[in-house]
């Protein structure tokens, strides 16, 4: 974080007239970071709370603190209150933003934002100074963290936008104010929350509120949603399509391989080129596409943003294959819902190996729509060829007991050590095994224990 001076960034926090030109270059939530130059932001919490530590923090040099409501010793003159403490840090995000010019690529969507960000990153990052999100700090706490890393030097910056409620977004984006968005698809997560896909589709369409006229918006164009959706005058779409040669960006002749997928690039406004990335399922040639598009509509050379794209690395627990004494294991266990379940297992079935594998677990947040949702996986995992089934979760089992009437070998676990066992007990040098759950399964565990005891 490059210094600000406090009255530039606690506007709207401090009352009109606030002066003071003291240099900030740290807003930090942790009272252990705390240090003279800072701003410490009390956020309360089920173990901690942050307005206990807020009085040690102006004695250890903090110039401001901000609160929810009054504490006592902590004179209201070195104080700041606002109810809620994510707006504060959305607030002093959007007004540290705003001291900066780098080109900012906003992604949000219901599957692959992640990966989505993470190709943006390897197509553009050769073109400058660029930062992006780290890990899943993709809300309103999260996003201005990343705010807060820009610098002078920054030219460019890729901000992952993710939300569970209307208006989430609008805010988020607004704070950003992204040069160029990605809306990567729009599923059924947070369904429970916002009761339609067509309301997951208003909500995500929300990154145009912190767009400028004439910016481009790159959308999915196989996707139903947003091909139906009225977008606002302002911005300009671009379409990308797995197939569709009447979109703006296109692939064709689709390939998956033993490294990732090989495709033809179609794009309007550029030469047909072969791409190839290292990531594997047609569903990340969707990402890549979304990629390419976000980074050439921002006007750098094509040939160079796919290079880029060439030296994609996955990150945490997405689609890493791991090879362990002659399995292969597709680790994707850091998220899962309905639409990326079946872009995982149809990846899967164009895997080379001898027998498929899969460890399958609880999609979480999914509301009334849970029951069916786990049972259409159970059946997804027969039409796409799992020879044998895991699942763990209380969820799972339907997906275990769909897979069975459907003809797969199928087992429903209870603990992390039976799955670990079940697999240990059946796969053989040649097979390949995927792991798939939301990430509160915690089926890294699983693996832990198959790996350490592998023979």
């Known amino acids: 974080m490059d210094k600000i001076s406090a009255s530039v960034l606690l506007k709207g926090l401090a009352p009109e007239g606030f002066a003071d030109e003291a240099a900030i270059d740290l807003v930090t ?35 401001y603190v901000v609160l929810n409501h ?32 780098p080109k900012v690529v906003g992604v949000t969507g219901s599957v692959g934002k992640t990966t989505t960000k993470q190709m943006t990153y390897a197509a553009i990052a050769g073109f400058g100074n660029t930062i992006k999100t780290e ?41 950003a104010r992204p040069d160029v968005g990605i809306i990567t698809c729009i599923g059924v997560s947070h369904i429970g929350n916002l009761g339609s896909q067509e309301n997951i589709c208003k909500a995500k369409l929300e990154i145009c509120e912190g767009l400028p006229n004439g910016a481009p918006l790159v959308l999915n164009g196989d996707d139903p949603f947003l091909r139906a959706a009225k977008l606002p005058e302002h911005v300009h779409p671009v379409w990308f399509s797995l197939g569709d040669e009447n979109a703006d960006v296109c692939a064709l002749n689709i390939r998956q391989e033993d490294d990732g997928m090989t495709f ?13 990335i290292p990531a594997m399922g047609r569903h990340n040639v969707a990402n890549a596409l979304a990629a390419y598009a976000a980074a050439t509509r921002l006007g750098l050379n094509a040939k160079r943003v796919i290079a880029g794209l060439s030296q994609f690395q996955q990150t945490g627990m997405r689609q890493k294959v791991v090879h ?35 460890l399958l677990g609880d999609m979480l947040e999914l509301g009334e729509i849970s029951p069916e949702a786990h049972e259409t996986v159970g059946k ?29 070998e199928a087992r429903h ?36 224990i198959f790996y350490n005891e592998q023979k």
């Open 413 to 448: 676990v209870d603990t992390y050590r039976e799955a670990a066992e079940l697999l240990l007990a059946r796969m053989q040098p040649g097979d390949a095994l995927l792991v798939k759950a939301s990430r509160g399964m915690a089926l890294e565990k699983v693996l832990e």
């Open 70 to 101: 009054p504490v006592k010793d902590v004179p209201a003159g070195k104080c700041f209150l606002c109810p809620d403490s994510y707006r504060a840090m959305m607030i002093m995000g959007a007004n540290y933003r705003r001291q900066f010019s």
């Open 380 to 408: 997804q995992a027969a039409e796409y060829g799992v020879d044998f089934l895991v699942a763990y979760g209380p969820e799972a089992k339907r997906t275990a007991q769909a897979a069975a009437a459907a003809g797969v």
């Open 135 to 175: 890990g899943n700090q993709n809300n309103e706490l999260g996003l201005p963290r990343t705010m807060f890393r820009i610098g002078k030097e920054t030219e460019y910056a890729v901000v992952e936008m993710g939300m569970s409620h209307r208006g989430e977004i609008e805010r988020l984006s607004r704070c």
């Open 324 to 358: 362990s004494k002659g399995v292969d294991v597709i680790e994707d266990c850091y998220n899962a819902n309905p639409d990326s379940m079946k872009a995982a297992l149809a990846m899967f079935k164009e895997y080379p190996c001898k027998r498929r594998f899969a």
């Open 29 to 63: 939530t942790d009272s252990r970071e705390v240090r003279p130059g800072c701003i410490f932001v009390a956020f309360p919490g089920e173990k901690f709370d942050g307005h206990d530590f807020a009085a040690k923090a102006l004695e250890e040099g903090a110039e």
């Open 264 to 276: 033809t690039l179609e794009d309007r406004e550029e030469d047909t080129t072969e791409v190839h």
